[in-house]
């Protein structure tokens, strides 16, 4: 599954859409 089509909408989502780019970044 992409992470891309997860909608971001609760504060609890923004958190963890933002781990994962700092994730990503790293790779």
Same mark, same amino acid.
């Given at each position: 599954?992409?992470?891309?089509?997860?909608?971001? %909408? %609760?504060? #609890?989502? &923004?958190?963890?859409? #933002? @781990?994962? @780019?700092?994730?990503?970044?790293? &790779?």
């Amino acid at each position: 599954g992409s992470y891309e089509n997860i909608k971001v %909408t %609760t504060p #609890e989502d &923004m958190g963890i859409a #933002e @781990l994962f @780019l700092k994730k990503r970044r790293k &790779m």
